[in-house]
């Protein structure tokens, strides 16, 4: 694909972006940027969910991960459901009994400042290196696809690409992001159904055949009881529930997106009928990346990139200009779906939990502030990223989530499940001394538990130890 066409698609895409922007924040105030005056339609925010549980993430290394794991990441995808289910029915319920706007302000009524001021803080932290590491990806790719071509560096890549988020976010907040998650979720789920299309197309496959390739291929094995083995079923599974409770349900980008909707009920429907959708929507992805390495074995193709670059490759220059074209839609999508509602409530966190503003009240000033500030932090972490990255990015993300959110869990289920307070000075020692007794447990498992590997299953253990510590520091009530 040439330069100019790849500009003309990124561009085009943009323009449609900052038209809904403009619709969307017209008469925005600071309830529009922060809730959405809460009137957000459930199954508007169902669809855009979907997108930004996706992002780029998924979209470019899931695909290519099946090269190495198969289909073992859809063992977690149904863990999902049932973490899904506690958020309906534990945490919203909590969240809309409240009237909260920051999630975070739970742990300030429960504990006590300290308390609170920790959640927000892992929250921040979380949610910066995870922004970070899927704009990487995108970022990436439109290096390749276009910037390259030019002789221009990553940092100005990655620098327009936020600047572009920014720009269409910085007025209307959530109002603006539930509309255009919708528009970015519909273009990623068209580009892997069109690719696929293109991959059956030039293999002369019928519907049937793609069924027959996904059934033999090796590629498909789903289920992995060994018990010693990282990706064992019910590690996958139990780590998939509590990845959905904490990156979903404590997590104050998604959160933020439910919490638009106009009640309870309506709150709830959203997510049932998203976590369905979500299922069939991992399972396309997956079997993309079947296809794909099935479409490298038929036309022989010597791959060279990892398996994060698989897609982008194959897209870009064996599925011709249409295959391209929807390509870039669908990882531009992914870039922003999941960028723009970060960086939102990025914003929300910082400004509500440690500026202690009013989110009702106007300060245009600081709010504008706080989100430029934090563009530029996602700018550069994405910069320390692409020089220590070693790993598919899929890995990485959820890896340091169990380090990151595991606080969260504990915390959250200590002010959940028990009716005992705690000393809430202790809670930051707790909250930093539970994360590396993980690190230290992961470094030694195979000594200290003949030959057992953890892998995402970390984040029970790590908020096993916050909740255990809890314990530790607390007192009647």
């Not at 064996?318 to 990882?331: A, E, P």
Request: charged content about 10%; hydrophobic content about 50%.
């Amino acid at each position: 694909m040439s330069p100019f066409l790849v500009f003309s698609v990124i561009a085009g895409y943009f323009i449609l972006l900052m038209t809904i922007a403009h619709f969307t924040s017209k008469n925005s105030d600071a309830e529009s940027f922060f809730t959405a005056n809460r009137q957000s339609p459930w199954y508007l925010v169902a669809f855009g969910m979907i997108g930004a549980s996706l992002s780029g993430v998924t979209f470019i290394s899931v695909p290519g991960e099946v090269g190495n794991s198969h289909w073992a990441y859809f063992q977690m995808v149904l863990g999902y459901l049932v973490g899904y289910f506690v958020i309906a029915t534990v945490l919203l319920p909590l969240y809309y009994k409240m009237n909260l706007v920051s999630i975070y302000q739970y742990l300030d009524s429960r504990f006590g400042e300290m308390s609170y001021k920790v959640g927000a803080f892992f929250f921040l932290i979380s949610r910066v290196i995870g922004a970070s590491f899927r704009l990487f990806l995108v970022a990436s790719v439109l290096q390749i696809a276009f910037f390259d071509a030019f002789d221009i560096p990553f940092s100005v890549s990655v620098f327009v690409t936020i600047a572009l988020i920014w720009l269409y976010t910085f007025k209307g907040g959530i109002k603006t992001i539930v509309w255009t998650d919708t528009l970015q979720t519909l273009f990623m789920l068209l580009a892997v159904g069109i690719s696929i299309s293109v991959i059956s197309d030039q293999l002369d496959l019928s519907l049937s055949d793609l069924f027959g390739v996904l059934q033999t291929s090796e590629l498909s094995d789903t289920f992995i009881w060994e018990w010693n083995a990282p990706r064992n079923f019910f590690k996958q599974f139990f780590a998939g529930a509590f990845i959905a409770i904490v990156m979903t349900g404590l997590d104050q980008d998604m959160m933020q997106k439910n919490l638009t909707c106009r009640s309870l009920g309506d709150a709830q429907k959203n997510v049932f009928w998203f976590s369905i959708v979500l299922i069939f929507a991992n399972l396309l992805f997956l079997s993309l990346g079947v296809l794909l390495y099935h479409f490298v074995e038929a036309n022989q193709i010597d791959l060279t990139q990892t398996t994060d670059a698989l897609y982008p490759y194959l897209a870009m220059n064996h599925f011709g200009i249409l295959g391209g074209i929807v390509f870039l839609l669908g990882v531009t999508a992914a870039a922003y779906s999941s960028a723009d509602s970060a960086l939102t409530a990025l914003t929300t966190s910082f400004y509500i939990d440690f500026l202690d503003k009013n989110p009702s009240e106007e300060d245009g000033k600081n709010r504008l502030l706080v989100h430029l500030g934090f563009s530029i932090l996602i700018f550069v972490v994405i910069l320390i990223f692409e020089a220590i990255n070693d790993d598919s990015v899929i890995n990485s993300v959820f890896r340091v989530a169990g380090y990151t959110y595991g606080p969260l869990l504990g915390l959250y289920a200590f002010g959940l499940f028990t009716r005992k307070q705690v000393e809430d000075q202790y809670v930051p020692m707790i909250c930093l001394m539970a994360p590396t007794f993980t690190y230290l447990i992961n470094l030694y498992s195979e000594a200290l538990f003949g030959g057992y590997r953890f892998g995402f299953e970390l984040l029970l253990v790590n908020g096993l130890l916050t909740y255990l510590g809890l314990l530790l520091i607390s007192k009647k009530s």
